[in-house]
């Protein structure tokens, strides 16, 4: 039988986890959701205005906590009943969040929690495994050396700039610069362990599956995936903690995060951090185009780490690089072309694999399913290579189906019907893509004050 990550979490007791989902957290729903200003935004549409409102107080709101140990701030959770700050479903709250005036505080609070684990982190590991954030900080787990010893995709910095360019918050950006930097060093040093400029996943407990909760779950393409001890390191009590595979999405993620620190960086006068994301994002842009660029396939592919050969199957991750900036404009308009196809093209796009591939299903858990927050970062990254039309149905379709069949995790791609959790968090991708523009349908913007 398999599980995915959450479903994993639900169950994992054996992993140290009891008591995750405490009755009272629930409760907490209702207690500490605010009331979403009125007149924020403005909408042709009631319907959209309604989605927006809906998607503030559950998705948005409703999902903030307070401090509970180990995390000694104000917290943000993923919804469904699951206790614990993930790292890339929060960053698509906060960045919402950082709308609402007052709401400062907390958002340094949220990130906080991430740069006191790393503190914990590195008093009990040895130098090589310091600076790890991990996929999940959990309040009452007092295992947490031991599971979750595994990180996720790196958008942190993202998540940073995306609220600085809204609440113009520099005190944050001077918060999490530097360790920002240490996680984003410690995602290269453990996860490039060949130096190719390329990333693969891996877990210090040595479970396959958590190095697959490293990314999308059940991504097809990491169906062969093998863990390794470090090709190069060799300590007394290392292990099998390496993925022996490159997969597109985490590279192109770290890609998009260096960006943004970067970005950062060069805010706060830092031009020698500035210089230092620099040269690794070049690096990791050539290896990409390089190694995992297939014209044949019209998308980008993983790779075996130590061969460099493409795995074939293109998977949701194959679609990332769009959003980092990768491909060079002729191959995102060949990527362009393949969205369009038959087998990517299905009635809710895009499927988290193309419907061609044998292990396709339309509902199944990343292996056909549609997630608003991959949708939202596809159109986004289609849009800035100026394929503004693909991006818009991409868009307005996923605004369409949430109004119509309810916001919930992720979608059905042949019939829309939702599955997973209602109100997951970063369901508010929505509500993003409408903000950034994406759409054409769906009209949604911050109402200007006189």
Known sequence: MHLHRRTFIRTAATAGLAGLL?????????????????????????AVLKLADGIYQKCILGKIFPAAEPMLHNWIGPGGGYRGQWIWDTMFV??????????????????????????????EMPDYAHD????????????????????????????????????????????????????????????????CGLVSVGSYSGDIQ???????????????????????????????????LCVPGNTAYLIIGEQSLMRLALSMGDQEMAARRKKKIDMAVAAMRKHMWDEEAGLFLTVKRDTMEKVPGGTIGSWIPLTAGVPTPAMAKRMA?????????????????????KRWNSGAFWRGDVWPA???????????????????????????????????ERYDS????????????????????MLDGLCRKHQLKIKSTP
């Open 210 to 244: 958590h190095a697959r909760f490293e990314t999308f779950d059940y991504e097809c393409n990491m169906d062969g995936l093998k863990l390794t001890t470090h090709p190069k390191r060799k300590g007394e009590k290392e292990g099998a903690w390496y993925g022996d």
């Open 337 to 357: 072309a393949t969205l369009q196809t038959p087998g990517w093209n299905t009635p809710l796009p895009v499927p988290t694999v193309n419907r061609n591939d």
């Open 374 to 408: 991959t949708n939202y970062q596809i159109a986004s990254g289609l849009a800035s290579y100026g394929h503004m039309e693909l991006a818009a149905d991409i868009a307005d379709k996923t605004v369409a189906n949430a109004i119509q069949n309810g916001i919930s």
């Open 414 to 433: 042949v019939s829309g019907q939702k599955l997973g959790v209602e109100y997951l968090g970063m369901t508010c991708t929505v509500i993003t893509m």
């Open 94 to 123: 906060v960045d919402l969040l950082s709308l609402l005036p007052g709401k400062e505080q907390i958002i340094r609070d949220v990130f906080q929690n991430y740069w006191d684990f790393q503190v914990r982190w590195n008093k």
């Open 132 to 195: 790890m954030i991990p996929c999940m900080i959990q309040p009452g787990n007092k295992d947490w050396v031991k599971f979750p010893a595994y990180s996720q995709i790196a958008i942190l910095a993202w998540g940073v700039e995306r609220v600085s360019q809204r609440n113009h918050d520099r005190e944050l950006v001077k918060q999490c610069l530097q360790p920002l930097e240490r996680f984003h060093e410690w995602y290269w040093r453990e996860r490039d362990v060949t130096d």
């Open 22 to 46: 405490d009755p009272s957290f629930l409760n907490l729903l209702a207690a500490e959701a605010d009331k979403l200003p009125s007149g924020l935004f403005e909408s042709p549409d009631p």
